[in-house]
């Protein structure tokens, strides 16, 4: 491995999907295979006042920086600690004011070239070779995208200025694809978006459908765990994508998103495809042409929901739901995975608005499917199970929430480690509950 020596994991060149990892002895499902610092990272803006900007640590009572007065920190340590990347935007947020705006792709590539820089001034080479290694499809990137990197370009030169020297376009465009590419999504055990980094050991694990490891977050440290049992010579797999979707649907977004398609098991056999797409049994069953319609439609509601999202208020996005609920399932099941997406969607709506009860209604038609159709060991589900134990916990239904609170710990305690300081704090909870 480059970088740090890693026991028990090593570099391959796989002959059909370029450099990869793999295991030289056995890990057991559970089992920390690395943990990983970031190269660069970044914490949300909107989580600022939620989560230390240097070390990720969630806690009330953080201290402002005195000077912008919008990021915080556990104490002067880490203030310290965040001053060299933090200086490149604490004064630009003081002049811009309410108009300091750059998209969160914009704040981490600002952070890599800062990181950068003062690596070549101390002329350690290694990480910087490790970004280069980074897939970048830089050549690959379509009309839209490069729309949005120019965007995010534009935002960096505005916003960013002061402190920092540029590279020309190209090598901006570069950067800003490597990011899209081998970005992570840090996020807490709800699945809430927290920040942004890049891992450039991390950012060397292939994908499959049925994974063998999982990422999660300590801090901004990305930790790698097995989910499966795995022996001496097996690669390190994760998933990069939502592996609810039937197999078409997968591999259009890892094609949009990732430039390949997948050839694993699953995308072979499609063996979990017909549950998925599963259409409602009835005396008379729906014609072949109706139910192709109907998936059509439901495909496309479930890809236009994001741009819908930005575009409506909570009780118009409600009603779409229910509409498009209503339509399909005259045709598909109820646990057909389009279904599910849109009872996903009313849920997280009506825990925005409030709606306890709306929510639990909707969060309970997911917890069967979603047990079944994702792996054995998916944060998809412990996060399903944890925001309705929290939901039942608020309605005073202590043993059902209790009991969901069971079943998430269950999974967290293989793919985050019962030292987690989230599972820590779910088993105080649960005592105190
Ligand atoms: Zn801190
Ligand atoms: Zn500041
Ligand atoms: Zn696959």
Redesign the pocket.
Known sequence: MTGVGIDGIERFQSPDKGRGLRVTRAFHVGELLFSCPPYSYVLSAQERGAYCEFCFNRKESLAR?G??K??YYCNVTCQKGDWAV?KLE?SAMVAFGEKWCPSESSRLVARILATKKTQKERSASEKILLVADMQSHAEDVDNEKRDNIQADAAGLHRFFSKHMDFPDSKELLSLFSQVSCNGFTIEDEELSHIGTAVYPDVALINHSCVPSVIVTFKGPNAEVRAVKDMKAGDEVLISYIDLLYPTDDRNGRLRESYYFSCDCAECHTKSKDKLKLKVRERVKPAEAEAVTAMLHYARKTTRDFRELKRLKTPSELLEICEQSLEEMCGVLDAANVYVLHVNYQAMGVCVYQGDLHGAVRYGEKLLQPFSQLYPAYSLNVSSLYLKLSRLYLALDKRSAGISALKKAMSIMEVTHGKDHPYVRELLKQLKET
């Open positions: 920086c000077k912008c919008k990021a933090h604490c």
